[in-house]
């Protein structure tokens, strides 16, 4: 093995400066890593490639002001079609994380000048031997073959021609593809593999690492298959930072570069084992790569959880926490690498560093939860395991796959490496199904649940599309979006609705109504905002306006009872929004906004918004975050949120191109779809987000925001529900009140309460181990009577009677005593109080030896006062709901017991 991180000027750093600035001297626009969850497209899980944040400048969906760029891309490959996570540790070369350095052209330069710039910066720039690269091309591309020998030089015996497998690239089944060409680093005979040819395209062996790969988007493919030629070609490249460093540090893994090797260095310290790059050495590098790539997930706002992105950090977190274990780690241990790996990138992203802490307090609460049922899990898998192979399988049962997961958290791919290590492989199929199963009992509860509550979702607005004239021929406009836009406004009728059925009047009477209007200020419910209530007035009638929804066209219709006269389609009437309750929600919408970006700025950019509910009397905000909120926290988010209320910052609403409402830092709900054109609610400098709801022309206008609660209502989900303005007033009124009731009851005043409970607290103490005390006198004196009254049946001694006592701790106790007393015999206790029987069988060790149940005994004497219970042949307990019947039941123990020693040895308690 080569000393890791060998003397060289090219650390990780210096490639990746050296990447950004030979691109940037030629031309090219330095462009910021994108995060590693894709902004605005919901068909990728995490960024994969450099070429994500600039999809749609290929697609010419989005114009830049540049034509060439240049970046450094944090990548993530696990889960879904890119997935590495199975190879990682078992090659020199694959990772979940990596970094991928590209360079880009948008109908600038083409093949000549990609090839020429990969060529300069491979051997002029980092010094590469040309004697060691090779190139491969499309097997039909002879554009790219020939530029190969013209531009770098290369004899054809190194221009290698490879199929579509393994040198087309398509954006996918239609669009934008073409040919590809990598640039292939020969480590030497050394390296080669034992095939009969090893050679590029003919093994897959360490020997060939594949560099740099450049994309020629030459073509536009149509569903016929047929290829036209783009009138704007492009460039997309890409290059492994991890693998051109291990080139370039002469190490012999990627592991070994000054990337990752002060994590195995890290862990050799943690653990007191040496690394070694054979197999000895695999959970050291699976710990390495893995706790980088949570590092950078959570920095990106990805929390462990049982969903998407969440589910597949939490597989990542909880195999490396696994393979720790192998290496004698049973503590949690991944948190203290978070700084060793902020320190290998601190130059490109100091945000790690920053955030390391919070990081560190993510992966350490998420190694806790895992460690609580990882030992019993592992006994479990082992258990399984040993079965399936005293049996003859050849894999582990699905089901049993499946067990591990859903009872101790073991994702599939932990399930398959325990499996793996004993020979055995894991039967995927049949996981599936039994997970598929249990997604489908939960869909079909949460659709029971939510068929129910359709009415008052709003979903009865789509049913209504139907019924209502169509947009074309009656358009409508919302026109009360802005702080300052009239509540009450003229309109026409367009159209009516009575039940389902389309209408051309309807009167007191006749049911709920659905009216749509020509213009309207009334919200309809969105973006988790209630809708607007009110009134329509005409000449002839008026409708309450209970409730304002979408349809799924956008406009808004109004739904309520005529409560006077009439309405008719064609008619003017007034549409006028209840003022206080328009004002109230504005109020917590606005306050929603602020407490989103406090809690952003109290607990880490990982926040994100995960749901909400704006109405008159409370807000509700619900978020990622990794556990609950401490005190000191919680308090921090609730002053920022009044200090800008305090600051009177204006709230000022305006329209933008989605991309110019991101660059200026909007922040926008995950998976929501947005148009071109957006609205954008900006509060001070302090927020902005993508927003269509109603809001206060100031947040002087909130008054008080005062948080009501914090709690978990899912793995990484907390929610916050609070109240703003007259309603905050009101909860603050509620406390005070209740805070002052509790003085008067304590006899004292309000600063004092809290001293005053924790003294009668420690006064109900007291008293209650004096209860305690005087219940054991008590036992132990009752103890005495009923031994006095102990009679035999058979020849064995039976004490059965009421007990002093009714708890059930206090009868097992009491027992329990009785049966030490009598040194061989049969204990019977009852007790009543509240309405409930207790009732307790003791039997000594040598009559249980003889058959004689005490489970048997209680059973029986239970179903006297109407109850029912068990337990095991020594000490047995019951309950019954008939305490009138307890002496009745207590009378037949000696006959219960007579029976038990009659067919003693003929049955099991």
């Not at 902020?342 to 993510?362: C, D, F, I, M, Q």
């Not at 209650?768 to 006095?788: C, D, H, I, K, M």
């Not at 309950?879 to 099991?908: I, N």
């Amino acid at each position: 093995m080569a000393q890791p991180g060998a003397d060289s000027r090219w650390t990780g750093a210096a490639i990746r400066t050296t990447f950004l600035d030979y691109f940037a001297r030629n031309g090219h626009q330095v462009v910021e890593s994108s995060s590693l969850v894709p902004a605005g497209d919901p068909t990728l899980l995490f960024t994969n490639a450099g070429m994500v944040q600039f999809k749609n400048v290929f697609l010419g969906l989005e114009a830049r002001p540049y034509r060439r760029a240049v970046t450094a891309q944090k990548c993530v490959r696990a889960g879904g079609k890119h997935n590495d996570l199975d190879s990682v540790g078992r090659t020199a070369r694959h990772h979940t994380f990596f970094e991928m350095l590209g360079n880009f052209s948008f109908g600038d330069y083409f093949k000549r000048d990609a090839i020429r710039f990969a060529w300069e910066f491979m051997t002029e720039v980092l010094g590469l031997e040309p004697g060691r690269l090779w190139a491969t091309v499309y097997l039909e591309d002879d554009e790219a073959h020939g530029l190969w020998q013209e531009v770098a030089g290369l004899p054809p015996s190194r221009v290698v021609r490879l199929g579509e497998k393994d040198n087309f690239w398509a954006m996918g089944d239609t669009g934008p593809c073409g040919p590809c060409s990598e640039l292939v680093y020969d480590r030497g005979e050394e390296f080669r593999c034992s095939a009969p040819e090893c050679a590029i395209g003919r093994c897959d062996c360490d020997r060939w690492l594949e560099l740099w790969n450049l994309v020629f988007m030459q073509y536009d493919r149509d569903e016929s298959g047929r290829m036209t030629p783009l009138p704007r070609p492009s460039v997309d490249t890409g290059m492994g930072l991890e693998r051109v460093a291990s080139v370039l540090q002469g190490v012999d893994s990627n592991f070994e570069t000054d990337l990752l090797w002060p994590m195995i260095a890290a862990l050799e310290g943690l653990c007191g084992r040496r690394y070694s790059p054979g197999k000895d050495g695999f959970p050291f590098r699976v710990i390495a790569d893995h706790v980088r790539a949570c590092t950078f997930l959570i920095q990106d706002g990805v929390v462990p959880g049982n969903e998407g992105r969440s589910y597949v950090l939490r597989r990542i977190l909880r195999r490396a926490a696994r393979y720790g274990r192998t290496l004698g780690l049973d503590q949690p241990f991944l948190f203290q690498l978070v700084p060793v790996v902020a320190g290998t990138v601190a130059s490109a992203y100091p945000e790690l560093a920053e955030n390391r802490e919070r990081l560190a307090r993510v992966i350490r609460t998420e190694e806790e939860r895992f460690g609580r049922t990882l030992g019993e899990g592992m006994r479990k898998a082992a258990e399984l395991v040993a079965r399936a192979r005293e049996q003859g399988r050849r894999e582990l049962d699905g089901r049993d796959a499946f067990l591990l997961y859903d009872t101790y958290g073991f994702p599939f791919d932990l399930c398959q490496d325990i499996a793996e290590e004993q020979g055995l492989g894991v039967d995927r199929a049949g996981f599936e199904a039994a997970l598929e199963e249990q997604r489908s009992r939960a869909r079909s509860a949460l659709e029971a649940a939510w068929a129910g509550a359709g009415a008052a979702r709003g979903e009865a607005a789509g049913g209504l599309a139907a019924a209502l004239p169509g947009p074309d021929a009656a358009p409508s406009r919302f026109v009360g979006e802005d702080s300052a836009s009239p509540l009450e406004v003229p309109a026409q009728v367009l159209g009516l609705a009575v039940g389902e059925a389309a209408a051309g009047e309807a009167g007191a009477g006749t049911g709920q109504v659905a009216v749509l209007l020509s213009v309207t200020p009334f919200y309809g419910e969105a973006g988790g905002q209630v809708g607007d209530t009110g009134y329509v007035a005409g000449p002839e009638g008026r409708l309450r306006v209970t409730a304002a929804h979408r349809l799924p066209d956008g406009r808004v219709v109004h739904l309520g009872q005529v409560v006077e006269g009439r309405l008719r389609v064609g008619q003017e009437v007034v549409a006028r929004v209840d003022r206080d309750r328009r004002w109230a929600v504005a109020r917590h919408h606005t306050a929603t906004h602020l407490l989103h970006q406090a809690l952003r700025q109290v607990l880490g950019e990982h926040v994100r918004q995960s749901g909400s509910l704006v109405a008159p009397d409370r807000l509700r905000f619900d978020f990622t975050h990794f556990g609950p909120l401490e005190e000191g926290e919680l308090l921090a988010v609730e002053d920022a949120v009044n200090a800008r209320v305090l600051e009177d910052l204006e709230v000022r609403a305006y329209e933008a191109s989605l991309e110019e409402a991101r660059a200026q830092g909007a922040m926008a709900l995950f998976g929501e779809k947005y148009g071109e054109r957006v609205r954008v609610v900006q509060v001070g400098e302090f927020s902005r987000e993508l927003c269509g709801g109603t809001h206060v022309g100031r947040t002087g206008q909130i008054g008080l925001v005062f948080i009501l609660s914090e709690g978990g209502i899912g793995a990484g989900l907390r929610r916050i529900e609070a109240a703003a303005g007259l309603e905050a007033l009101r909860e603050a009124r509620a406390a005070r009140d209740l805070l002052g009731r509790a003085a008067a009851l304590l006899r004292t005043e309000p600063p004092s309460v809290a001293s005053k409970v924790e003294e009668a607290l420690a006064q109900a103490r007291g008293l209650e181990r004096q209860v305690e005390e005087l219940r054991g006198r008590l036992a132990r004196f009752g103890a005495e009577e009923l031994l006095a009254q102990a009679r035999e049946v058979s020849g064995v001694r039976l004490v059965a009677g009421r007990a002093p006592v009714a708890e059930m701790e206090a009868l097992r106790s009491m027992c329990d005593l009785l049966r030490d007393r009598l040194g061989s015999g049969v204990v019977v206790l009852g007790g009543a109080a509240g309405g409930r029987v207790s009732l307790v069988a003791a039997v000594t060790r040598d009559l249980v030896a003889r058959g004689v149940s005490a489970s048997r005994l209680v059973a029986r004497l239970a179903r006297v006062v109407g109850g029912g219970g068990g337990g095991r042949p020594e000490l047995a307990q019951a309950g019954g709901r008939d305490p009138s019947r307890l002496d009745e039941a207590l009378a037949q123990a000696a006959d219960a017991l007579a029976e038990e020693l009659g067919g003693a040895g003929g049955g099991k308690g």
